[in-house]
């Protein structure tokens, strides 16, 4: 079995991103203060965008790779299926991670314990003798992002964040708590047919 990294031309190309404002905080949208929900997106957003491009940056692995690795160092074993739920993926594309980070040698495929036609998918020990350069990128990146945060203020910032999760969880399991969308009625002349409503998006399976 091959054991290598990738090399650079699979790296996550960074071609057309559009270059962020240096030292620039974003502004909130027009009409909006900066407590409304425009700009509390526009932060979630740029924050995971800038920190998503730190890390492909330092990691040679594309990023649905790094995502299914994530998944196993948190719970090393899982199935196929198992991988597409924790990512929000299709099952399809989860077995194509698996083939290709098989082939480079950082995972391995076993017999489930208990279904002997599934195969559970568990991290080898060439991807673990990797696990120490990961945890000092996440690291140095981490340390980064909270310079010049005052201990007290970023602990503050976490606790806000754990409520939101909690929130936010509540909102999964109670999706009708939010109004679906409803479509503006049509501009047509009488006669016309009015347009349909955007379709209902689909879960991922």
């Given amino acids: 079995m091959s054991q290598r990294l990738p090399d650079d031309k699979n790296k996550v ?27 509390f997106l526009q932060l979630l957003e740029g924050i995971g965008a800038s920190l998503e491009q730190a890390y492909d940056s330092a990691n040679p692995l594309p990023r649905g790779h790094q995502r299914l690795i994530r ?48 195969y559970c998918i568990y991290l080898t020990d060439y991807l673990h003798k990797f696990r120490p350069e990961g945890e000092r990128i996440f690291a140095e990146i981490h340390a980064h992002a909270i310079k010049g945060l005052p201990t007290e203020e970023y602990r503050m910032l976490l606790q806000a964040m754990e409520k939101m999760y909690l929130n936010l969880q509540e909102l999964a399991r109670k999706p009708d708590m939010v109004a679906p969308l409803t479509p503006p009625a049509p501009d047509n002349p009488p006669g016309d047919t009015p347009a349909a409503a955007p379709p209902a998006r689909k879960k991922t399976p």
């Fill in 13 to 39: 190309s960074t071609a057309g991103r559009t270059a962020a404002a240096p030292d620039e905080v974003p502004k909130p949208p027009a009409g909006e203060t900066e407590l409304g929900p425009g700009y």
């Fill in 71 to 118: 998944q196993l160092l948190i719970k090393d074993g899982q199935t196929q299926t198992e991988l597409a739920t924790a990512m929000h993926i299709h099952k399809v594309s989860v077995g194509l991670y698996i083939n290709e980070l098989e082939e480079m040698g950082l995972v391995e495929r076993r017999r489930h314990p208990k279904d002997g036609r599934a």
